[in-house]
């Protein structure tokens, strides 16, 4: 597994949650780190991306506002910070670290980098 994502589980809608993805055995490559989702019949979304020399963000609209998207280049981590979190967020988050410049929302994006994802519920 190339790349971690940890933090999942089951909240509340209007509850909080805290994702994180780290690189396994490596650090992180490419130009920025984005997360994704996937929900059960659904194509992969893009949900906020970082750019891991600078910090500039870049986030989905339907996420703007909730979700924070941070990096700790000491503990070579991304992190999402989910905040009131509504059932529509419930999906698969996936992390992934080869994301090209210039920063945007990587819409309909094929990464080589995609791990295992953490399973984000949330009940009404």
């Known amino acids: 597994v190339q790349l971690q994502a940890s933090g999942g589980g089951l909240v509340q809608a209007g509850g909080s949650l805290r994702l994180s993805c780290a690189p396994s055995?490596?650090?992180?490559?490419?130009?920025?780190i984005g997360w994704f989702r996937q929900a059960p019949g659904k194509e992969r979304d893009f949900v906020a991306a970082?750019?891991?020399?600078?910090?500039?963000?870049n986030y989905a609209n339907s996420v703007k506002g909730r979700f924070t998207i941070s990096r700790d280049a000491a503990k070579n981590t991304v992190y999402l910070q989910m905040n009131s979190l509504k059932p529509e967020d419930t999906a698969n988050y996936y992390c992934?670290?080869?994301?090209?410049?210039?920063?945007?929302?990587?819409?309909?994006?094929?990464?080589?980098?995609w791990g295992q994802g953490t399973l984000v519920t949330v009940s009404s």
């Open positions: 055995g490596r650090t992180f490559s490419g130009y920025a």
């Open positions: 970082i750019s891991w020399r600078d910090g500039l963000r």
């Open positions: 992934a670290d080869d994301l090209p410049s210039p920063l945007r929302a990587y819409n309909n994006y094929a990464s080589g980098s």
